[in-house]
Structures are given as structure tokens and as C-alpha cells.
């Protein structure tokens, strides 16, 4: 049983179809953790606690092999359809728009991250410095004594 070209046409655009609405559903899905993590990052949250990281790391790498797929020939997304091509424009703007927010905030809790850092660091010291019997160049320090009048006597 042999498919006409037309039968073979269909059944590729069939599939090309499906393939770019699962793209734009993946996109959507990647869209709203970003766009979940973004306000999270906006309330202070530190990095390392927001809850969308792997899953958006997992889908991001989806998308990323898609595309490198897609760049390197081996895959290819002929969409026909002009309604579903403007959809997964607009997807792909809407989620670079979210990850360009994302790396803005993501940069800002990594600073934030690194000045309580910094901040803890120089409590550290400072405790060490009032306590310990040696000065900065290793030798021991003179502690100053104090010498009060003994007024009782």
C-alpha cells in the first residue's frame, strides 16, 4: 500500500502541526515557572530556594535541544498554518521576554546572596579580632589593661 503524494504531504504537515503545538505547549508550561520564579525573586527569595529550578532546568533543556535540532538541520518546523506560526511567535516572545526578566532578578539575588555572604563574613572576622590574643601581623597583641583607683582603701 503506497500513500500518494498528497496522502504523504498531509501526513507530514499532520505532524509537523502537532509538532509545533506540543513546542508551543512546552513553551507555555516554561513560560509560567519563569514567570512563577520571577515573582518569587522579585519578593527577595533567594535562588536557591525557589521550587521552579529543575523543572524549569529540565524543560529549558528540551527547548534548547529542540532549537540546537532545528539550527543543525536535523529537525525542521515547516509550519503552515499562519495562525499556529504567529502562536508560536508569539511564544517564543513571551518567553524571551520572561527570561530576560528572569536574568535581571536572578543577577540581583545572586548579589543580594553575596553581600549577606560578605556581610556574615565580617562578623566572623570582627568576633575573631575582639577575641583573639594575636594582632595582624601574627605576633602577640598588647591587650590594654585597665588601672582604676582603688578609692576604698
Do not use: H, W
Amino acid at each position: 500500500m503506497t500513500m500518494s503524494v498528497a496522502q504523504t504531504t498531509r501526513t507530514n504537515a499532520t505532524n509537523g502541526d502537532a509538532r509545533i503545538k506540543s513546542l508551543i505547549q512546552l513553551i507555555d508550561v516554561l513560560t509560567v515557572l519563569v514567570a512563577e520564579e520571577n515573582a518569587e525573586l522579585a519578593k527577595g527569595l533567594p535562588a536557591s530556594r525557589l521550587k521552579q529550578v529543575d523543572e524549569k532546568n529540565r524543560l529549558a533543556e528540551i527547548f534548547e535541544r529542540t532549537v540546537a535540532e532545528c539550527a543543525a538541520g536535523t529537525a525542521t518546523l515547516n509550519v503552515r498554518d499562519r495562525i499556529l506560526r504567529e502562536q508560536l511567535l508569539d511564544r517564543i516572545l513571551k518567553l524571551r521576554a520572561a527570561m530576560d526578566e528572569n536574568l535581571v532578578r536572578l543577577r540581583a539575588a545572586i548579589e543580594a546572596s553575596n553581600r549577606r555572604i560578605e556581610a556574615v563574613m565580617q562578623a566572623i572576622r570582627e568576633q575573631i579580632a575582639a577575641v583573639s590574643p594575636y594582632g595582624a601581623s601574627g605576633r602577640v597583641a598588647a591587650r590594654a589593661v585597665s588601672s582604676g583607683t582603688n578609692r576604698s582603701a
